[in-house]
């Protein structure tokens, strides 16, 4: 009889991963679907505002090829370029009728490793106006010793520049940080920096593009990570 197979326990990270957990300095968290849950309102929006440059606009596609840069999914669908400051606008205007809520935990993950003398920061692609609201709304605006937001930074992830540039504001290196995010953007930009990589389901992207991307580990939700850290 052939040995039973050991199943992967995806609840708990590698040994390697959760000594670079337990180390790091510092924690950077993207915002849109990794401490806010605003997938389903992002999708919502994209929809309503393709609809309105007569563009369809394929879900499946969209979580396939989702990237924090809206740019790249305006290419995708063909908008023209010379619309894009308008569609910039509309985009606002259709998404700031509601805010989004945190991810069940996200708060009190992050207060956890506050308390427990870990340096964090935001890196989004967001706008300021638009997170900062959303921030305030979910009691988060104090909660991060650097922000870095998407319309202030001359490069876009998955460039490394913006979480180099959190490295820098927090003092460390950026081989100390965990950067944790829900699409392949923020893995490669995580990568390219040499940062640990990891993912979180509350976005677009599945497990395994979340890996190919360069994930060192992808978990559920924030929660998780941080409870594997061991530093809460």
């Known amino acids: 009889m052939a040995p039973p197979v050991k199943l992967l326990d995806r609840s708990r990270p590698p ?12 924690w950077a968290f993207d915002w849109d679907g990794t401490l806010i849950d605003s997938f389903a309102r992002t999708m919502a929006t994209y929809r309503d505002l393709f609809a309105h440059f007569g563009l369809a606009f394929d879900e499946a596609e969209f979580r396939a090829h989702y990237a924090p840069d809206w740019r790249r999914i305006y290419r995708r669908v063909g908008l023209a370029e010379s619309r894009w400051p308008e569609a910039d ?9 509601e805010v989004a809520q945190l991810v069940d935990g996200a708060a009190a993950a992050i207060a956890g490793l506050r308390a427990a003398g870990v340096r964090t920061a935001l890196v989004t692609a967001g706008h300021r106006a638009r ?3 959303e921030m305030r709304a979910n009691g988060l605006a104090d909660a991060f010793d650097a922000v870095i937001f998407g319309d202030e930074v001359p490069h876009q992830k998955p460039d490394p520049a913006p979480l180099q540039l959190a490295a820098r504001y927090l003092r460390l290196r950026p081989s100390t940080l965990v950067l944790v995010g829900d699409a392949m953007d ?11 990589a990891i993912g979180v389901l509350t976005g677009a992207a599945e497990r395994g593009r979340l890996r190919k991307a360069g994930a060192h580990w992808v978990a559920d939700t924030v929660p998780t990570v941080v409870r594997a850290s061991g530093r809460v």
Do not use: F, K, P
Request: charged share 30%; net charge neutral.
């Open 15 to 26: 040994r390697a991963v959760a000594a670079r957990l337990a180390a790091a300095d510092g």
């Open 89 to 97: 606008r509309l985009w606002v205007s259709i998404y700031e009728t």
């Open 131 to 133: 997170v900062e609201l």
């Open 186 to 196: 923020d893995m490669a930009m995580a990568r390219r920096a040499d940062a640990t």
